[in-house]
């Protein structure tokens, strides 16, 4: 498994931690600062020095009390002989918290062209729905009939003439 894996599923906990409102992200970007030293690399990476001293080095060196997380994650890091990836875990971290702050895309798939009017009111619709700034980008599709598809990331909602005909299809059928 390579490093960036390693370091990835580091992050994605912590920033789940992050997510439930755990308060880390300072003193993780402290501890990587310093874990980023050469002084404290060459102490971190190096097998003589038990996992421990290698734990309290970086602890000592941040200078403060740090959050209970961010020493547990020390503590194991160090045990496993890992502590020399905090920094990449705490750049991963904060890529992550600016995905999560920042725009996302929404595809739209409409039977007819939006004029402009309407394509504002849709992406200031979606924004106000998601919370975050959103990059609308419209395709045009007559196959839906009518109506509109909207897919953010994995949700896909369907507002097409074409489904609402097929599910009143459906029920007639049966």
Do not use: C
């Not at 030293?37 to 000592?60: F, I």
């Not at 700034?133 to 074409?162: C, E, F, H, P």
């Amino acid at each position: 498994m390579s490093t960036t894996q390693i370091s990835r599923r580091y992050a994605v906990a912590l920033f789940e931690l992050i997510g439930e409102g755990v308060n880390l992200r300072e003193d993780l970007a402290k501890a990587a600062t310093i874990v980023a030293l050469d002084e404290v690399s060459e102490v971190v990476a190096s097998p003589e020095y038990p996992a421990s001293l290698k734990q309290d080095v970086v602890v000592t060196a941040v200078g403060e009390k740090i959050a209970p997380e961010v020493e547990r994650l020390l503590a194991v890091l160090a045990e496993r002989e890992k502590l020399s990836l905090l920094p990449e875990i705490s750049a991963l971290v904060e890529e992550m918290i600016r995905l999560a702050e920042s725009e996302i895309d929404a595809e739209v798939t409409v039977a007819a062209k939006l004029n402009k009017a309407i394509a504002d009111k849709l992406t200031k619709a979606l924004e106000d729905t998601t919370g975050k700034k959103v990059r609308v980008s419209v395709t045009q599709d007559k196959a839906i009939l009518g109506g509109m598809v909207v897919r953010i990331g994995d949700r896909k909602i369907d507002y097409s003439l074409r489904s609402k005909l097929a599910g009143l299809h459906r029920v007639l059928a049966s």
